[in-house]
């Protein structure tokens, strides 16, 4: 099992009745191998609210939960749909999804995930989301470093 410091970027792209909206954030997280697959976890913040972000990609399938001030798990699977609860500090609402693109490839601790999936969220439409994940080692502190090699 090997374990990485990463940096995270997430750039997401939702198209709804005719109009886009695109956000890009940054994190730092782990990257771990399990056997066949991988588990990121990162932590972002919005509006004051931390979110922890746990990704696990196994094969053709991916599982993202959040917790924190947003909680959700949702399952992606090119061609299914997956319906779930979306939890706020509001109350909870069932969210569906269907999965039209799913596509990783992580070695040696870096790698891409991009997913396309239409969104629903209690009765209402959401459209296409875009996300696209691109990890990178974090590089090492050359402070620790050199301390490490005196050691």
């Given amino acids: 099992m090997a374990e990485h410091h990463v940096r995270v970027t997430i750039h997401t792209l939702q198209r709804r009745d005719g109009e886009r909206d695109s ?14 697959g991988w588990l990121l976890t990162y932590t972002t913040e919005e509006n004051g609210l931390a979110t922890l972000t ?5 094969g053709e399938r991916a599982t993202l939960t959040r917790s924190g001030a947003i909680g959700s798990q949702m399952v992606f699977q090119q061609g299914q749909t997956h319906t779930s ?26 790698g891409k995930i991009f997913l396309i999936y239409q969104l629903s969220l209690g009765p209402a439409d959401m459209g296409e989301t875009r996300l696209r994940l691109t990890v990178t080692k974090k590089a090492a502190d050359p402070a620790a470093q050199a301390k490490e090699t005196f050691l």
Avoid: C, D, V
Avoid at 23 to 36: F, H, K, N, V, Y
Avoid at 54 to 58: F, I, K, V
């Fill in 23 to 36: 956000m890009s954030q940054r994190a730092e997280g782990r990257l771990i191998q399990e056997g066949e």
């Fill in 54 to 58: 746990t990704l696990h990609l196994s």
């Fill in 85 to 110: 609860l979306y939890e706020t500090p509001y109350g909870k609402l069932p969210l569906s999804l269907r999965t039209q693109r799913l596509e990783w490839e992580l070695e040696q601790g870096e």
